[in-house]
């Protein structure tokens, strides 16, 4: 019999957390799963503790690339190799709460959805404390379905994690109705891409307000390091924008470009504190007086931090 739920986990030099990851995977309440790893050409010896986990669980699969490739192409081999009717997407320093699966799984069934998430539970990692809720839902609503301008005007209103954030359960079957999969120019950004193609296709996506998603914040991974990855989110959404322009109505296409003018500041403002970092002050100096709104994004940095420290409190 095939699984209900394939979850795909790509990862590269993951030794110190893939096992954590894959067994919360494999503790999920509902069992009819398969887990599928993709390694993507490590060299810290994550080939060969993934060689020792899928001997562990018949439901492990493995697939060993012999070129990095990004996660995006790694998910889309794993997508190409899925038996399940749903696709769960973990990534390999992240772990899930145990009955994560079955939750949104009958959420999907009953509301008939193409996606379903929930909301995040933000860790530090190795340390373990300081956890947050990503998204500010009342804890108690129902699931709230997501259209492609909430989607879309997420980019702005949350400062830390945006929507394009959420790791859904997702409709096999639609991804290949439509011929979707990820896009494999960026290594960021490329989830916020897909779902976005998802709902201009018209898919359903529903939000859970409790998190049953654990992301953990490690100051050496891809979306941690800010100011490459603003600079190529918004190469990122100007492409969008323009693949898009005249096949969104005028609030969506507003609110794409609220996001293009906040990433092109906050790249401004990127450039700004490495003048001061690397103890260039004049040059820091004429940065801020030529672009005034650096004040403005500098309070919203710290309107971010300031939240982020109430719900840890509120959390804890």
Excluded at 26 to 45: N, R
Excluded at 199 to 204: F, I, V
Excluded at 232 to 248: A, F, K, P, Q
Aim: charged content about 25%; glycine content about 4%.
């Amino acid at each position: 019999m095939s699984p209900k739920v394939s979850i795909i986990i790509p990862c590269y030099n993951a030794r110190e957390t893939i096992a954590e990851a894959v067994r919360s995977a494999l503790d999920q309440t509902h069992q009819s799963l398969e887990v599928i790893v993709v390694d993507d050409a490590s060299k810290d010896g994550t080939p060969e503790l993934l060689r020792q986990l899928s001997l562990s669980d018949p439901r492990i699969q493995v697939i060993y690339l012999t070129q990095n490739a990004g996660p995006s192409a790694a998910r889309n081999i794993a997508i190409r190799e899925a038996r399940g009717e749903w696709l769960a997407l973990l990534d390999a320093d992240d772990i899930y709460e145990p009955d994560r699966i079955r939750t949104l799984l009958e959420v999907a069934l009953t509301q008939q959805a193409d996606m379903v998430a929930d909301n995040i539970l933000m860790e530090e990692y190795p340390r373990g404390g300081n956890r947050a809720i990503a998204f500010p839902f009342n804890q108690a609503a129902n699931p709230i379905e997501l259209t492609l301008l909430s989607f879309l005007a997420s980019t702005v209103q949350n400062g830390e994690l945006n929507f394009g954030f959420l790791k859904p359960l997702i409709k096999r079957s639609f991804l290949v109705k439509e011929g979707l999969s990820f896009s494999t120019k960026y290594r960021v950004g490329e989830d916020f891409l897909l779902f976005t193609e998802c709902l201009l296709r018209g898919a359903r996506l529903l939000i859970l307000p409790k998190p049953g998603y654990i992301y953990r914040r490690r100051k050496d991974s891809i979306t941690v390091s800010g100011r490459y990855n603003n600079s190529i989110l918004s190469e990122l959404n100007g492409e969008l924008m323009e693949r898009l322009r005249g096949n969104v109505n005028a609030a969506e296409w507003d609110a794409l470009i609220a996001y293009q003018c906040l990433l092109d500041q906050t790249v401004e403002y990127d450039k700004f504190r490495s003048s001061l970092s690397s103890g260039s002050y004049w040059r820091a100096i004429l940065e801020l007086l030529s672009s005034p709104f650096m004040i403005r994004i500098a309070f919203r940095r710290l309107r971010i931090r300031a939240r982020r420290f109430t719900r840890n409190r509120n959390h804890a």
